[in-house]
């Protein structure tokens, strides 16, 4: 994995986020969050339910109007030309869903469209293949098993081939096996050349494959380092060593930083 | 939008909003005619009526109603509602809340090419079931139409069309619920049904058959009465087509105005 602390090749980053705040009427769910991520690197963001990631992400996406601050995608205002920026774009939202009446292939066609593809019947047969689900042609998305739907997903984000990837929670409700599989495809997107960015619950995923994680709560961004890296940062920290069963985890440093309440 | 994308692989993708738009009317359509509620109320509804009120007529029967102009206006006029405030709104209401169009809002789809294919899509299955139910209806009720008149229906089944699919975007840009918007859109179809039925016989009194005239129903049998029987045209006529006219216009403020994407 790239170490982020060492400047990338191409230091100019592939998403940089401004002064980002976010509101719904009168309450701040985004406040004031800086974020740069560059070329070809992993990066997750982590916090607890309601801490302000899909909505983080939601801007990114051009899904909602900041209150105020930028975001660059690849250099490209998502506000001022939001067309250009979602072009660059490859998003798997927290719950997919697609026309229920249309089969996979058709599925995949029209997604292919949207990003101005033009491929092949056979094309389209071959992508699905790839996936493993070549029998499942004429299926509809919702006849398909989670792991299915959410190979689907992804390679409907990644059909355009996006310099920038958006995973809202990608592998939640997946089995391990399906997990793993996730796991080695961002690790492949990534290889060729592809930037992602995403949101998750699980520390073992962020260790696992984010070469850098964020921390964000109550809308603000708490810590950013590389997970080893904020292990470092916060070993002493008071909260962290009260939480602490052994060694000090990212699990700890997350629940440290964040408090240990639950989260609706 | 001309901007260019390149992939990380290299690969130049310029999205063209001709493809776009052209990749979501195949689906709108694929999606429109699989449902069988959709082919249920466009063609069955109103070739229902034709045949039951129209064998009635023709056979000297009792009834309130006379002329294949009322009878055709009244298949087409019911059939264009139906599949407007119960199909489409529902449809609408559905993929709302199921995430369908955040999944399309973070492609680079523009959002008016997102609705407008829906929309298209919705008034060219109208026109098609306007074809069939005027050859039906000259059939049960032994009227030839002239190339004319057949030209004239089609232009008021497309006013009726947008008429209908005004009211229901109306009403699914002022209620989020999937629920509510499926019994309001019933409740709407009853009302708009039985003021047009009985209104319009005059069998409620002058009042109500006045008003009648100037519900959605009422204006469109009146138009639809009036092409097929041009000499015959008159304020109630043209009341009808001021009547048609509004409610497009208020229909598309209200619907444009306070239409949200997400359900929530």
Not at chain 1, 26 to 45: K, P, S, Y
Not at chain 1, 182 to 199: A, H, K, V, Y
Request: overall charge positive; some cysteine; aromatic content about 6%.
């Amino acid at each position: 994995m790239n170490d982020p602390v060492t400047p990338a090749p191409n230091p100019t980053p592939i998403l940089n986020i401004a002064s980002l705040v976010v509101r719904y009427g009168a309450r701040t769910a985004v406040e004031d969050v800086n974020l740069q991520i560059n070329r070809g690197e992993i990066f997750g963001l982590l916090g607890p339910n309601g801490a302000g990631k899909t909505s983080t992400l939601s801007a990114i996406e051009g899904l909602l109007k900041p209150a105020a601050g930028t975001v660059l995608v690849d250099g490209v205002d998502i506000q001022r030309d939001p067309l250009a920026a979602k072009a660059r774009l490859g998003v798997q939202l927290q719950a997919s869903s697609f026309q229920a009446e249309l089969t996979i292939e058709q599925i995949v066609r029209l997604y292919a469209g949207l990003y101005s593809l033009r491929i092949t019947r056979a094309d389209i047969a071959d992508r699905i293949r790839n996936i493993g689900l070549g029998d499942e042609l004429g299926k509809t998305f919702k006849s398909l098993s989670g792991g299915q739907q959410q190979r689907l997903s992804l390679l409907i984000a990644v059909i355009h081939q996006p310099v920038l990837l958006l995973l809202d929670e990608p592998t939640s409700g997946l089995d391990p096996q399906s997990r793993r599989q996730l796991w080695d495809r961002i690790e492949n997107l990534r290889r060729g050349g592809g930037s992602i960015l995403l949101t998750t619950h699980s520390m073992e995923e962020a260790q696992a494959v984010c070469d850098r994680v964020a921390i964000i709560d109550h809308g603000k961004l708490l810590t950013l380092d590389t997970p080893a890296g904020l292990i470092a940062k916060h070993r002493d920290d008071p909260r962290v060593v009260k939480v602490a069963r052994a060694d000090v985890t990212l699990e700890d440093v997350f629940i440290g930083l964040t408090g240990s309440e639950i989260r609706d | 939008m001309t901007s260019a994308i390149t992939t990380p692989t290299g690969d130049t993708v310029r999205p063209e909003i001709g493809m776009i738009f052209g990749s979501l009317l195949r689906a709108d359509f694929t999606v429109l005619l699989r449902s069988g509620r959709t082919l249920l109320l466009n063609f069955a509804v109103p070739i229902l009526i034709l045949v039951i009120i129209g064998l009635r007529t023709t056979k000297g029967g009792t009834t309130a109603f006379s002329g294949p102009g009322f009878v055709i206006g009244l298949a087409l006029t019911y059939g264009l509602m139906a599949s407007s405030l119960i199909g489409y709104s529902n449809t609408i209401a559905r993929d709302r809340d199921a995430g369908v169009f955040q999944r399309l809002r973070v492609t680079p789809a523009p959002t008016w090419a997102i609705m407008c294919s829906r929309l298209l899509v919705q008034i060219v299955v109208d026109l098609i079931m306007t074809v069939i139910v005027v050859i039906i209806g000259s059939i049960v009720t032994r009227t030839a139409f002239t190339a004319g008149q057949y030209l004239l229906l089609v232009c008021v089944s497309i006013l009726g069309g947008a008429m209908f699919l005004a009211i229901a975007q109306a009403l699914v840009a002022l209620v989020r619920s999937a629920a509510v918007i499926n019994a309001v859109g019933r409740l709407l179809y009853i009302v708009f049904l039985l003021l047009g039925l009985l209104g319009a016989s005059g069998i409620l009194g002058t009042t109500i058959h006045d008003i009648a005239n100037w519900s959605p129903v009422g204006a469109m049998i009146n138009l639809y009465g009036g092409v097929l029987n041009f000499s015959s045209w008159g304020w109630t006529e043209t009341n009808g087509l001021i009547a048609t006219a509004a409610y497009i216009i208020i229909g598309a403020l209200i619907g444009i105005r306070w239409f949200r994407w997400e359900a929530r």
